[in-house]
């Protein structure tokens, strides 16, 4: 039986309840289910998934086989979901966010990506049960989401250099070796740093210079180190955070990545002239020549974009203080 019967055949599961399924009591909720996220068995995960939520929860578990995150979660909220359960990366999150933007439906993450940066910014633990339990004992937290060229965006827009590293590592390494792939992709990619124009608008101001990459985070995990110019990202402050990195070559490029990993993990802002950062709601940058888009890790085309804030746009599911 290959992998994909495998996990159809799983879930599927009784309409029927037994004697001691109280599905009065259980909440209703969609289960969205990306199989191909992530290095871990997806039928294995499946199976994990139920044991901890079907007691209290009754799923409707919906592969994202040939229908996108995106049509999942809105034909579920359409339907009266109590609530929507994204199983995958950031990019699946990213792409079923989009039909609870502002409903107050609880979204629950089960991160099984590559980065789960998403995840690693709200503290959901990156364990499949773990973040099964933070489902059912955590709290509904209102966070900021942002549209990027009408697309929701959880993380984090990229371009330039990070964009060019999350086209050119190749699917079957990021499998097999996680970050390490992205990482032996922006070392090769060092050796010829490209710079372009870019155009940065706000309302309040607009900056224009060479750089090599520009990076405009709603949140971000440590080890997105481009987005730490300002330093601690706020998910829930109402901006967005944009990085520019301007390096004039290969070794001034190696310090400025220093410096934004140590800011990431230290929550203090780099103070380097060829880092420039800033805070706002709205922002669109343009760049000559075009230069490619990353959304949420996932390729989206090319600039220009405009990136606007939506604060407390969703209710995720978070661990609870104690």
Do not use: W
């Not at 503290?123 to 099964?132: L, R, S």
């Not at 990195?245 to 203090?268: C, D, E, K, M, W």
Request: glycine share 8%.
């Amino acid at each position: 039986m290959d992998e994909e019967v495998a996990l159809h055949s799983r879930t599927k599961f009784s309409a029927l309840p037994n004697e001691n399924d109280k599905i009065m009591t259980r909440r209703n909720a969609c289960l969205i289910f990306n199989p191909s996220a992530g290095k871990g068995d997806p039928v294995e995960d499946l199976v994990a998934i139920r044991e901890v939520l079907e007691p209290q929860i009754k799923l409707d578990i919906r592969p994202t086989h040939d229908i996108s995150a995106s049509e999942l979660a809105h034909e579920a909220v359409e339907s009266g979901a109590e609530m929507i359960i994204v199983s995958g990366g950031d990019g699946t999150v990213s792409s079923a966010a989009q039909a609870v933007i502002n409903t107050g439906i609880p979204f629950g993450i089960i991160p099984r990506g590559t980065v789960n940066a998403f995840a690693q910014a709200l503290g959901i633990p990156t364990e499949v049960k773990n973040a099964c339990n933070t489902i059912l004992a955590g709290i509904p937290r209102k966070v900021d989401v942002a549209l990027c060229n009408g697309k929701p965006m959880i993380v984090l827009t990229a371009i330039g250099f990070e964009a060019e590293i999350i086209k050119q590592t190749n699917k079957k390494a990021k499998k097999l070796f996680g970050m390490l792939a992205f990482l032996g992709t922006g070392i090769k990619l060092l050796r010829h740093l490209d710079s372009f124009k870019v155009y940065v608008e706000t309302e309040e101001q607009t900056i224009n210079l060479s750089a090599s990459a520009v990076t405009i985070a709603n949140s971000a995990a440590p080890t997105s180190i481009l987005a730490y110019g300002p330093a601690g990202v706020i998910i829930d402050d109402g901006l967005l955070d944009v990085t520019i990195v301007a390096p004039i070559n290969r070794q001034n490029a190696l310090f400025a990545a220093y410096h934004l990993l140590r800011s990431g993990f230290t929550g203090t802002a780099t103070n380097r002239d060829d880092i420039q950062h800033l805070r706002t709601k709205r922002v669109r940058v343009s760049t000559e020549p075009l230069q490619k888009v990353a959304l949420d890790g996932d390729m989206n085309g090319n600039t220009p974009v405009e990136i606007e804030c939506i604060p407390g746009g969703l209710t995720v599911l978070v661990p609870s203080s104690e």
